[in-house]
């Protein structure tokens, strides 16, 4: 089975699940599994490729300058969880099937684990840096979906929401870290990164990178100071935990460790900073699963311990103890899904969880009781299952260890100590709930087996577990070797799968920690402490309470009535970084200067002071505020042009008329400016004049400070930027004018980009204008207030008479204006026809056929633009975007990056020979999302005056 399908196939599935009907369990577990099943095989076959430390890879061409090709990735280790990714999802959906209720939406569950499982599938086969930061980031999601399913619950929530926001932020800081090991191996290739061990490790950003990505995988695993998050988690269905805490999610953090263990690992700093929180987490975990009173937090905590065996083992620099930690996970993996999976089949069967109220389940499940004490006693590391051989592993490599003083003598009694626990709450699990005296009264329901199927899941799995215990070097080895062989990045070392090695230390220490763990045991039992601190937690909570806080304090002080105080913090924040970053001056440029043109210092002397007759007039006067600005805006059209900028000139000036016109059919839901001049007192003067002040001051220092940058940057020569598209605008992408080339064809995909914040702007602006009302006070306004003379915006009462006054202000017959329209539709067709070698283009085709368009709203009304023009603006736009997005994956289908541009030369009998490029469709949709936003906003405000004029009683 081709890498991609493996990836693709639950995506395509969990879809289809997600439209089945809430009642079709049994289609929707069979369409899971048999997806998990079909996976699973694929990948099985693919084993005799990867054995012996093979790859298959497959690459699809996406970005390949920047490193952003999709690369798919399978080797020994990568395979491995993928076995246990697929094999241990299909027995949990066999599981889920019986353990859901017919009142849950059982294939919305099922549509959310399988979108978890190929985003699980993603980044084991990544072979690209941020590819797998991709696919990290949707396992957050998709598992904050997951917990967060039984969405009436208060636990559920707050679950959901802490470990979408600890992975999450974990997540943030991994991208950050993994951009910069690519910046510090020279690639983002994972094979380039794994080959620049040294090159990596003696990077003077080593220890940045390293201290990022630790933070992310341990806020996955759940590493101490970070582990409260797992057990909140609990909250979720019990298929969940069985499958996102056993072997898929809090895995993440230890198999990206051990992923990059042979390019991190091996300096003091990750020997102490992984050493320490596993060791740390290892212990903090144990000591607490011994005081839980939900077998679910038993699990938990239990697996937070297990976590920080395999993260302890990866710190401790030594190959072996790599091997063991690979060894430990797959082992970890097949024990703590079953004991999942026991503990929902005692919560389904009995209706409770409280390990106070369970007892004697033994005589009334015996079944499921013997499965849960194999299960239990693999994790406790009893000889003859699977867990007792990666732990004695484990105390070996603790043994062994070449360190300080301290920590060759405290490293295998802290390990001993673990061991203790680990037993302790495996004998908490087993015989307290299996056996002692029935408690069946003390249950909400009377126990027995579950059903055969639903309990297949755990006998497999405990097979596994035995399996492995009496023969691993059969079972196990070859799949130890293929993935250890991964990690360690170069020759295994010597290693034994024995259950016998005779007597040694680290058969001491497990006879210790049997011993110990059993009085540890009997000793918790007479404790009533009942349940440990989880300070973690209150931390958390205070920490999102104080962040809570913060935010509405901020949005009181920034969400005024007004827009004054935001713009004024946005250039002020934008001003402070500016000067921080330029602190050192920019100095000027080698390029020569030209002589001074008095008509260019007469031209901006006129665009200055209708700048600031604009400031000044926008106190008294918006509409001549609005005209003085539109003359500083066509001074700067004039400045591209003197500059040999015709395309930014087009696009300069259409703007400016487009925003004029919309503004001035804006401007009349506008309250007064101010209340009359007499009501001000001195006082009150005097802050209007100091807010100007400071106003002024801030508009002044940002102005001048782009002012000195765009000097400073036309006097550098900067040939190695502008040659290349002028070299090769006509010969790779077919066009002569090179802006628009640029912006179809090199820079199409940020194009693209903000065509999509163009639609989104339109679509915004249209919903929050359908639910403006207008102010109380300025529709209370007596008549003769609203006279446009007076100030347009306060004009309400009679929307057409203030469209037909706004008509005579600019002194255009209607008549006229109505001949404009299909005038600026040839005008707007020209432009977009010539636009590929000539100034023009969509953009600026769209938004003259845009002015057309809004003119004719001016002279003739909402009533006869919509009955006579038929307009359809949200379907312009979504064909625009379906354009765009057409052009784009064209090329990519046919085996180009992504919006690769393609020339043809067709001969037509009358016309001859054409010219025609692919990126003439993409024109087409900017043209259209230009034309469709501008039309969406023009709708939305004519339906505002439709509003207006009703509501005041007008005609």
């Known amino acids: ?41 694929g990948v099985a076959l693919h084993f005799p490729k990867v054995r012996g430390g093979g790859q298959l890879v497959e690459r699809i061409p996406w970005v390949p300058s920047l490193g952003l090709d999709l690369v798919l990735r399978l080797d020994g280790f990568s395979w491995t969880f993928c076995v246990l990714v697929l094999g241990i999802g299909a027995l949990v959906m066999l599981y889920a099937r019986y353990y859901l209720s017919p009142s849950d939406p059982v ?23 941020l590819q797998l930061a991709f696919f990290w980031e949707l396992t957050s999601l998709f598992s904050f979906l997951l917990i967060g399913y039984w ?16 992975t999450g932020m974990g997540g943030l800081c991994l991208l950050a ?53 797992l057990p909140n988690a609990m909250a979720a269905p019990t298929p969940v935990s069985a499958y996102l805490h056993s072997a898929t999610m809090v895995k993440l953090g230890v198999f990206l460790l051990a992923r990059l263990w042979p390019v991190l690992s091996g300096t003091e700093l990750w020997f102490w900073l992984v050493g320490s929180a596993g060791l740390a987490t290892l212990l903090l975990g144990a000591w607490a699963a011994l005081f839980q009173r939900d077998l679910k937090g038993l699990l938990a905590y239990s697996t937070i311990s297990h976590l920080g065996l395999v993260v302890l083992l990866l710190g401790l620099n030594s190959a072996l103890a790599a091997v063991a930690a690979v060894f430990h996970i797959i082992n970890h993996a097949t024990f703590k899904a079953s004991l999942f999976m026991a503990a929902g089949i005692i919560d389904h069967e009995t209706g409770t969880r409280d390990i106070r109220r369970l007892s004697g389940l033994f005589r009334l499940m015996p079944i499921t009781g013997t499965l849960a004490v194999v299960a239990t006693a693999a994790m406790a590391g009893v000889p003859l299952l699977n867990g007792f051989l990666s732990k004695e592993m484990f105390f070996a490599e603790t043994v062994f260890v070449d360190a300080h003083p301290t920590v060759e003598w405290g ?185 001074l043109s008095p008509i260019f210092v007469a031209l901006w002397a006129v ?52 925003t004029t016109l919309l503004i001035l059919l804006g401007l009349r839901w506008l309250p007064p400016r101010e209340p009359a001049r007499g009501v001000y007192d001195a006082h009150t003067r005097r802050v209007a ?101 007076k100030d347009l915006q306060t004009d309400l009462v009679n929307p057409r008479q203030a469209r037909d006054t706004a008509v005579g202000y600019l002194m255009v017959p209607a008549v006229l204006v109505r001949l404009l329209l299909p005038i600026s539709g040839v005008v707007s067709a020209f432009f977009f026809l010539r636009g590929h070698n000539a100034p023009g283009g969509g953009f600026v085709a769209g938004l003259v056929m845009s002015v057309g368009f809004l003119l004719q709203y001016l002279v003739s009304g909402t009533e006869w633009v919509e009955e006579r023009l038929r307009l359809a603006p949200r ?16 090329a990519f289908v046919v085996g180009y990056p992504l919006l690769t541009s393609h020339t043809f030369h067709l001969k037509v009998p009358v016309l001859g020979e054409l010219h025609l490029g692919s990126a003439l469709f993409f024109d087409v949709g900017v043209y259209c999302l230009v034309l469709g936003s501008t039309l969406l906003i023009l709708v939305a405000l004519a339906h505002q005056s439709i509003r207006a004029h009703r509501i005041t009683g007008g005609e």
């Open 177 to 229: 870290g993994l951009l910069v090991l690519g910046q510090a191996a020279g690639s983002y290739e994972l094979d380039a990164v794994l080959g620049s061990a040294q090159r990596v490790r003696a990077h003077s950003l080593y220890p940045v990178a390293l201290c990022l990505i630790l933070v992310g995988a341990f806020t996955k695993s759940a590493q101490f100071p970070f582990h409260f998050w």
């Open 151 to 166: 969405h009436q619950r208060k636990d559920a929530q707050r679950g959901a929401r802490m470990a979408l926001t600890v």
């Open 411 to 595: 490293l295998p009694i802290a390990a001993t100590l673990a061991g203790m626990g680990s037993v302790a709450y495996s004998l908490r699990f087993a015989a307290k709930v299996f056996f002692g005296p029935a408690s069946a009264r003390d249950t909400p329901r009377v126990p027995e087996e579950p059903p055969k199927w639903m309990r297949v899941p755990v006998e497999v799995l405990v097979l596994a577990c035995l399996v492995v215990g009496v023969a691993p070097a059969v079972s196990i080895g070859p799949f130890l070797e293929a993935a250890s062989l991964q990690v360690v990045g170069g020759p295994l070392p010597e290693y034994s799968l024995k259950i016998w090695h005779g007597f040694t230390p680290p058969l001491l220490m497990s006879a210790l920690a049997l011993g110990g763990g059993a009085l540890l045991y009997l000793w918790v039992r007479r404790q009533e402490a009942g349940r440990v601190r989880l300070e973690g937690t209150r931390v958390f909570t205070a920490l999102l309470a104080r962040l809570t806080w913060l935010s509405r304090w901020t949005r009181r002080w920034l969400l005024t009535a007004g827009l004054q105080r935001q713009l004024m913090a946005m250039v002020g924040v934008t001003l402070l970084v500016g000067v921080l970053s330029l602190w050192g001056g920019l100095g000027e440029g080698e390029r020569p200067r030209v002589p």
């Open 875 to 890: 379907t312009l736009m979504g064909a625009g975007l379906l354009f765009v997005l057409g052009t784009g994956a064209g």
């Open 689 to 789: 004049r100091g807010r100007r002040a400071r106003d002024f001051v801030i508009a002044l220092s940002a102005g001048g400070g782009m002012a000195l940058l765009a000097y400073a940057v036309m006097t550098r020569d900067f040939p190695e930027r502008t040659s290349f598209f002028l070299e090769h605008s006509l010969s790779g992408g077919g066009g002569r004018n090179v802006v628009n080339v640029m912006l179809v064809d090199f820079r199409g995909f940020d194009t693209f980009g903000e065509g999509v914040v163009l639609t989104l702007v339109a679509l915004t602006v249209y919903a929050l204008l359908r639910r403006f009302r207008p102010a109380a006070e300025v529709m209370a306004l007596p008549p003769q207030q609203q006279s446009l003379a």
């Open 1 to 41: 089975m081709p890498l991609l399908a493996l990836l693709v196939m639950p995506a395509v599935s969990g879809a289809i699940a997600a439209l089945l009907p809430t009642r079709a369990r049994n289609r929707a577990a069979g369409l899971a599994g048999l997806t998990a099943l079909l996976g699973l095989v």
């Open 607 to 658: 665009g200055g002071v209708a700048a600031l007759g604009a400031a000044w007039q926008a106190k008294f006067h918006r509409l001549a505020a609005l005209m003085l600005s539109g003359t500083a805006g066509v001074a700067s059209c004039v400045t591209f042009i003197w500059f040999s900028a015709p395309d930014l000139a087009l696009t300069q000036l259409t703007v400016e008329v487009v």
């Open 107 to 129: 294939p919305r569950f099922f549509a959310f684990l399988l979108a978890f499982m190929g985003a699980m599938l993603g980044v084991v086969l990544s072979g690209n840096l």
